[in-house]
């Protein structure tokens, strides 16, 4: 349960400080664990006798990792980088064997047990293949752990796309959880943007070397999340070979020009990807390095026509029009990105592995806009500029302890806005947007967007900790973590139009509390955590405790009742220090082995996080509620910098097993209970009057069931994926219950389905692989609808109960085939990628409240330019055909 302790401003900073101070010097003392490395253990035992071998030497090649077996035949092996290695176990008086295809992930435990021949003379080596396991029976909750052979066969491109496919998953939202309440970490440390808890970077598949999704419950090493983690682990150089690879693909849109006007201009080459990468050894001994760029451009699917300039002037009043636009059809919604990751790692000095990593993101999008569609120029461009990078020291102090240091600067940029300054003369050349609902639906014929908004972070983030295998049972790890953001958002002056000298005008309001302006916040979190792994031979226990800490660094009325202090003869109210939030999140999890190949399972957690600081800060200045009168202006919800963390008590319970050697089943039932979510309070003023404030009022409740099956037989794999769920909760938006009000709607709460509550969710992964021949993937996606709210007829009380109806359900499929070639030496991959492959027209986006359904509503007049919108139906078939170059060694 939070903790909340009240300040003074001069001891608040001072006890700040200090423990600012504090953490620091722990954490240099101490090590972060920046969540890449992994656990192999097992067991050698003579193939006759079934007796334990002491001392068979267990080697990593290619790496300085080993370790010999003890008395019992055991072996452990800590601090080993996710990926597939070579084990050879060798022995005097044995013959050795040669294990290949060893995968080892983050933050998990791969089990190696082996048998060795006892032989007079050594004479050749036998070599084997390692079978994955078909189910992890070790995991204590759900976790979905993909490797790059993994995801590359599959139709997706981004992280998004892979974290999209995981059970439990609909549109980013984890197990009915709102957005923003998932941990994305890279090799194991945030990247979260304190904003609005997403992920800062995009990352492209061609630089992951894996990604982990936990979407159940989760360790106590992870803080600031409610609902799920997704680590994606970057790919490394190699110490003893270089590497290269290269992918470009082109591709367009296919649909029927009924619904989406203009598509047939698309040209073949519409979409347009380049990817190329290169890694190995440099000069400088046991140092390697990885370098990879990509240049991604996408025209989209959605035209307007320039019928107009900005700077027309049209007299809308007599119907007189005078376009000088080119009439050239032009794409509105178009994208163009660059992205990239370096890399350059160490093991020169003796057990240290030292390492510095950047990954860069830069992109430019133009959203569509049908009011805009004939004056495209007019629009707003959004751009942002984002990059993580830092350093990674990681050191064995042993065999079976070693710690590491994690020091990142995250960055975000955003910017969406016409011009970059308030004061450029073309705003007031073009003007504000001008439309008539007499001439073409509305469209709008001259003008610029006047919105404006920024938003950039500046986040330093030191995460640390010690792993101890302390003995044959106990895997240990304590840690600290401290993040401090310098973040800056709203709007860089505001065009707000104003008579002046009797005229109507642009006038620019710059830092004005009154107007839309730029809000800068330094807020501090500090978290520590404990967690034990427990694996014994009959059970399996994961427990930890994580305490956070989170400080806004800010300033609220005392006295909300009279919040300006402008109310005559009420009692006074004076600015006061935000309290510091404590907090902590007890963790469990238990594994329970059946037999050798299926277990159960059982989790339990808290789980608590900070709600954005977009919300926390967004219009915080109460002095603009000086004027605030009974009945009088209504100055929007109130930001609220002294907001306690919102909490999730989740549990779940399970099973997994493999049925054959071929096929594995996880079956399990979960279980979330939300409290303290953001949403909206009125609070009333001694004067009678009432605003609107964030506070932690909102409340939901999500059960469900997932189950997953697994099959793979030679060249054939399936992979099924089914989650019923049922996701309710008061409020599906922090400004829902103001929304309502000020519509005269009851705002008062109740539980009622959230939009995201999809009941049935189920995909069906159908691959077909032959290693340097051929591959091919079928993906296969059923959703049932999502919620919307009916309406009857027209006017007042015409809507029913909120969320009472249900869209269609829907059906997509996605296609990827590659074929191998050899040519000159090397081999290349030719491939053909399709998303929506049958063309669906609807996946839960929009529905007309009338019907229910996007095609049609029982208004049509009154809804026409709602019906020739083209946005409002999902995208359509994309096509996309390629060549890769498969890795090259020398």
């Known amino acids: 349960m939070a903790r909340d302790i009240r300040t003074q401003r001069s001891y608040h900073h001072g006890r700040r400080d200090i423990t600012c101070l504090f953490l620091m010097i722990l954490l240099a003392a101490a090590a972060a664990l920046a969540d890449t490395k992994g656990k192999l253990t097992g067991k050698v035992i003579d193939q006759r006798t079934k007796e334990p071998l002491m001392g068979v030497n267990v080697t990593l090649l290619g790496t300085t990792i080993g370790a010999s077996t003890d008395p019992d035949g055991g072996f452990i092996i800590l601090n080993i980088p996710s990926g597939s290695y070579r084990v050879r176990f060798s022995m005097i008086g044995y013959g050795t064997?040669?294990?290949?295809?060893?995968?080892?992930?983050?933050?998990?435990?791969?089990?190696?047990?082996?048998?060795?021949?006892?032989?007079?003379?050594?004479?050749?080596?036998?070599?084997?293949?390692?079978?994955?396991?078909?189910?992890?029976?070790?995991?204590?909750?759900?976790?979905?752990?993909?490797?790059?052979?993994?995801?590359?066969?599959?139709?997706?491109?981004?992280?998004?796309?892979?974290?999209?496919?995981?059970?439990?998953v609909v549109g980013g939202h984890f197990r009915g959880g709102r957005l923003g309440e998932v941990q994305y970490q890279v090799d194991g440390v945030s990247i979260n943007n304190p904003y609005d808890n997403s992920a800062s970077v995009q990352l492209d598949r061609s630089v992951l070397r894996e990604v982990q999704v936990i979407s159940g419950t989760f360790d106590a090493e992870y803080g600031q999340a409610m609902s799920g983690v997704v680590n994606a682990v970057l790919r490394s150089g190699s110490v003893d070979h270089f590497e290269a690879n290269a992918e470009v693909y082109t591709g367009t849109y296919s649909a029927p020009s009924s619904r989406f006007p203009d598509i047939g201009q698309l040209s073949l080459t519409s979409i347009r990807s380049y990817q190329a990468s290169v890694s190995g050894p440099t000069?400088?001994?046991?140092?390697?390095?990885?370098?990879?760029?990509?240049?991604?451009?996408?025209?989209?699917?959605?035209?307007?026509?320039?019928?107009?300039?900005?700077?027309?002037?049209?007299?809308?009043?007599?119907?007189?029009?005078?376009?000088?636009?080119?009439?050239?059809?032009v794409p509105m919604d178009a994208e163009q990105e660059w992205s990239g990751q370096g890399k350059i790692s160490t093991t020169l000095l003796p057990n240290i592995q030292l390492s510095y990593q950047a990954v860069y993101s830069s992109s430019e999008h133009r959203p569509y806009n049908y009011a805009w569609r004939l004056n495209p120029d007019g629009l707003a461009t959004k751009r942002s500029t984002s990059?993580?990078?830092?350093?990674?020291?990681?050191?064995?102090?042993?065999?079976?302890?070693?710690?590491?240091?994690?020091?990142?600067?995250?960055?975000?940029?955003?910017?969406?806005?016409?011009?970059?300054?308030?004061?450029?003369?073309?705003?007031?050349?073009?003007?504000?947007?001008?439309?008539?609902?007499?001439?073409?639906?509305?469209?709008?014929?001259?003008?610029?967007?006047?919105?404006?908004?920024i938003q950039e972070t500046n986040s330093y983030v030191v995460k640390a900790s010690v792993t101890s295998q302390v003995d044959k049972t106990n895997l240990v790890k304590v840690g600290v973590e401290a993040q401090k953001s310098e973040i800056k958002f709203g709007s860089p002056g505001a065009l707000v139009e104003t008579v002046v000298n009797g005229v109507q005008t642009l006038v620019a309001r710059v830092d004005d509390p009154l107007y839309p302006h730029v809000v800068k916040s330094t807020p501090i979190w500090l978290s520590a955590y404990a967690q034990d792994r427990l694996e014994f031979k009959d059970i399996l226990l994961r427990g930890g405790v994580r305490f956070e800490m989170f400080d806004a660094d800010a300033k609220v009325p005392s006295d909300l009742a009279n919040p300006a202090n402008a109310i005559s003869g009420?009692?006074?109210?004076?600015?006061?220090?935000?309290?510091?939030?404590?907090?902590?999140?007890?963790?469990?999890?238990?594994?329970?082995?059946?037999?050798?190949?299926?277990?159960?399972?059982?989790?339990?957690?808290?789980?608590?996080?900070?709600?954005?600081?977009?919300?926390?800060?967004?219009?915080?200045?109460?002095?603009?509620?000086?004027?605030l009168q009974a009945g009088g202006i209504s100055y929007g919800v109130m930001g609220n910098p002294d907001l306690k963390p919102e909490f999730t008590t989740q549990y779940e319970v399970g099973y997994k097993g493999a049925l054959t050697e071929n096929f594995g089943v996880d079956v399990s039932a979960f279980y979330k209970d939300i409290r303290d979510l953001l949403g909206i309070e009125f609070v009333s003023t001694y004067a009678a009057a009432q605003y609107a404030r964030f506070t932690n009022v909102d409340f939901g409740t999500v059960n469900g069931v997932s189950f997953s099956l697994d099959y793979r037989l030679s060249v054939l794999t399936v992979s099924v994926d089914y989650t019923y769920q049922t996701a309710l909760g008061n409020s599906s938006d922090p400004s829902e219950t103001a929304n309502r009000a000020a519509a005269g709607e009851d705002p008062r709460p109740r539980k009622v389905p959230l939009n995201w509550d999809q009941r049935n969710t189920l995909n069906v992964i159908i691959g077909a692989r032959q290693e340097g021949n051929y591959s091919g993937t079928v993906i296969v996606r059923y959703a049932d609808g999502?919620?919307?709210?009916?309406?009857?007829?027209?006017?007042?009380?015409?809507?029913?109960?909120?969320?009472?109806?249900?869209?269609?359900?829907?059906?997509?499929?996605?296609?990827?085939?590659?074929?191998?070639?050899?040519?000159?030496?090397?081999?290349?991959?030719?491939?053909?990628?399709?998303?929506?492959?049958?063309?669906?027209?609807?996946?839960?986006?929009?529905?007309?409240?009338?019907?229910?359904?996007?095609?049609?509503?029982?208004?049509?007049a009154g809804e026409q330019t709602t019906l020739n919108d083209p946005s409002r139906f999902s995208a359509p078939r994309r096509i996309e055909v390629g060549l890769s170059l498969a890795s090259v060694t020398w």
């Open 570 to 627: 009420a009692p006074e109210s004076h600015p006061q220090a935000t309290k510091v939030k404590m907090a902590v999140a007890p963790r469990l999890g238990i594994s329970y082995p059946i037999t050798d190949q299926s277990s159960v399972f059982f989790s339990y957690g808290h789980f608590y996080q900070y709600p954005g600081i977009g919300n926390i800060f967004s219009n915080s200045d109460y002095s603009i509620l000086k004027d």
């Open 387 to 453: 990059l993580v990078h830092g350093v990674d020291l990681t050191q064995a102090l042993s065999p079976l302890v070693y710690y590491t240091i994690s020091l990142r600067q995250n960055l975000f940029d955003y910017k969406d806005l016409k011009y970059e300054s308030v004061y450029d003369p073309m705003y007031w050349t073009a003007g504000k947007p001008i439309g008539t609902n007499n001439y073409n639906l509305g469209a709008i014929v001259q003008g610029v967007d006047l919105g404006r908004f």
């Open 97 to 168: 064997k040669l294990v290949n295809e060893v995968d080892v992930s983050a933050g998990q435990t791969t089990t190696l047990n082996e048998t060795l021949t006892e032989e007079a003379l050594q004479t050749s080596e036998v070599t084997v293949t390692a079978t994955k396991p078909i189910v992890d029976t070790r995991q204590t909750s759900s976790v979905k752990i993909l490797d790059s052979k993994q995801f590359n066969a599959l139709p997706v491109q981004d992280l998004n796309d892979i974290v999209n496919l995981q059970a439990g």
């Open 283 to 329: 000069p400088i001994p046991k140092t390697t390095f990885l370098l990879s760029v990509r240049r991604f451009t996408d025209g989209g699917y959605l035209f307007g026509v320039r019928r107009f300039e900005p700077t027309d002037k049209n007299d809308l009043e007599s119907m007189a029009f005078h376009p000088t636009g080119d009439s050239a059809i």
């Open 786 to 860: 999502q919620p919307y709210t009916p309406i009857v007829g027209s006017g007042f009380n015409a809507e029913l109960e909120r969320n009472s109806g249900r869209k269609p359900s829907s059906v997509t499929v996605d296609l990827r085939v590659e074929k191998t070639l050899a040519l000159l030496g090397a081999k290349f991959n030719i491939f053909a990628r399709v998303s929506n492959l049958f063309g669906a027209h609807f996946s839960n986006g929009f529905v007309f409240p009338s019907t229910g359904s996007a095609d049609y509503t029982l208004n049509p």
